[in-house]
């Protein structure tokens, strides 16, 4: 009878080394598949932006991108912007993958995100891409890069532009009270199944019309998906650009998964599109911790 009690004593002081060493060494480290993890990067052109997408937050950046414009940028001016995209070596990326129809997404936005535009670079090939955006007033913007290099992961890279002219009166950051806004005549309604940090969550674009307040149900792909959803924080250091959970929907519902890795105020802007016109829905939330 001893040396059974012995045996089983050494028997689970066995099992509880392997257990304690499994779990040092091999376990996973689920925070590596979030798709909002906010790490900061040792690139400077890259701010640790979030895309909203399942990229282990783990895999290397091996990208660097300078932007750079023809001139001194100018509000009211058409000023040509290169993107240029490089290795780590200074070598040019050739081949990027197309996302939502594009190779690159370029988002822009003013500092105080009263401005918002989604904007398509054309690809010259060797790593150079090329746009001329928009910038209705003179102050400070930043311009979030959005793109997928082939055998590469999703990149996001920010830069921050001073533009001469006129500035535009600065307009607070506020919570929306209510998540309900209509534009162009649709009635579109924001909710939420539950609203925190660092939690999967799914948000609801309800789409009706303003006047009838019946459903809309002809809502049309806009870049091969039924809608876009980009979400910045108030200091515009977390980017998200979320796609839908079903992108072939077609309305009144949109919905779409993604979580906020910290708590404070964001500008979400949804783009949907109906009758051939893309229209946009700015909300403010303020996400609890």
Known sequence: MERKFLTMVVFSLIISLFLAACS???SMDH????????????????????HGDMTPSSQKDNTNVEFSFK?????????????????????PIK????????????????????????????????????????FPSGGEYKIYADFTPKEGSKTVKSNVVTVAGNKAKT??????K????????????LKFDHLMTGMDLTMTFTINDAKTKQPIKNLQP??????HVVAISGDTETYLHVHPMDEKATGPNAKFMTSFPKSGLYKIWGQFQQNGKVFTVPFTINVPK
């Open 31 to 50: 925070g590596n598949m979030d798709q909002n993890s906010n790490k900061k990067q040792t690139d400077p052109n890259h701010d640790g932006m979030n």
């Open 171 to 176: 307009t607070p950051l506020t919570e929306d």
């Open 95 to 134: 081949d990027f993958e197309v996302e939502h129809e594009k190779l690159m997404h370029l988002i822009v936005v003013s500092k105080d995100l009263s401005y918002f535009d989604h904007i398509h670079p054309e690809y010259k090939g060797n790593g150079l891409f090329t746009v001329t955006p928009n």
């Open 178 to 189: 209510e998540l309900t806004k209509v534009v162009d005549g649709k009635e579109v309604t």
């Open 24 to 26: 040092k060494d091999g």
């Open 222 to 227: 806009y870049l091969g998906a039924v809608g």
């Open 71 to 91: 001139e001194n940028p100018e509000s009211g001016k058409q000023i040509p912007l290169d993107i240029k995209v490089n290795n780590k070596d200074g070598k």
